[in-house]
Nanobody
């Protein structure tokens, strides 16, 4: 099993910044993809950004240019730097880790951290 612990959520005004972090522990061998998803009230969970163990990144159109995902493979951590935050970014943000080629293996989730952006 892989344990994922998120930190860094909170309340911020529109236009502000937050940095989320996620630390992976346990059976971390074989993790290829790490990333962030979010779920707003009444909405489905959606992809925010992912990063492979070689540093390839993918972003949702809604956050591209405002959010930056990074990864420290030595420390088994992934970060999400969020800037120019908007009220519509308000959601619970979940860290995700996937094993296997192309991330098609076992899938793990953190407990989530709340991000609230006030207008």
């Amino acid at each position: 099993q892989v344990q994922l612990v998120e930190s860094g959520g909170g309340l911020v005004q529109a236009g502000g910044s937050l940095r989320l972090s996620c630390a992976a522990s346990g059976s971390i061998f074989g993790i290829t993809y790490m990333g962030w998803y979010r779920q707003a009230p009444g909405k489905q969970r959606e992809l925010v950004a992912t990063i492979t163990n070689s540093g390839l990144t993918n972003y949702a159109d809604s956050v591209r240019g405002r959010f930056t995902i990074s990864r420290d493979n030595a420390k088994n951590t992934v970060h999400l730097q969020m800037s120019s935050l908007k009220p519509e970014d308000t959601a619970v943000y979940y860290c995700n880790a996937r094993k296997g080629q192309y991330g098609l293996g076992p899938n793990y989730w953190g407990q989530g951290t709340q991000v609230t952006v006030s207008s």
